[in-house]
């Protein structure tokens, strides 16, 4: 069954020459899985097939990024912070 929302998310990042991000895209998706049945011959035959569909793209500059990560730790409060903490966490875990 097709979602109502986006559960899926990607990143991509445009920087300059220095080094420093010009551009953040970031993608909304879904993924769901989708079904289909058939009669057959033989009887019927069903399959599912997982599908991932791009919703929409947003492009934020430097500004924005930072205008996002301010929103954020408004509306979430220290929510934010142990987020934060917790990503770090899995990233420091990934490197080892």
């Not at 069954?1 to 445009?14: E, L, Q």
């Not at 998706?29 to 569909?53: D, F, H």
């Not at 934010?80 to 899995?90: L, M, N, T, Y």
């Amino acid at each position: 069954m097709k979602p109502f929302f986006s559960n899926a998310f990607g990143a991509a990042r445009n920087a300059g020459p220095d080094g420093k991000t010009i551009e953040l895209q970031l993608d909304f998706m879904l993924q769901y899985m989708e079904s289909e049945s058939k009669l057959t011959p033989k009887g019927p035959v069903a399959a599912s097939a997982r599908k991932s569909e791009q919703q929409t793209s947003v492009l934020l500059t430097q500004n924005g990024v930072v205008a996002l990560i301010s929103l954020l730790r408004k509306t979430l409060g220290q929510e934010f912070d142990d987020i934060v903490s917790f990503c770090e966490a899995q990233e420091e875990m990934h490197q080892m």
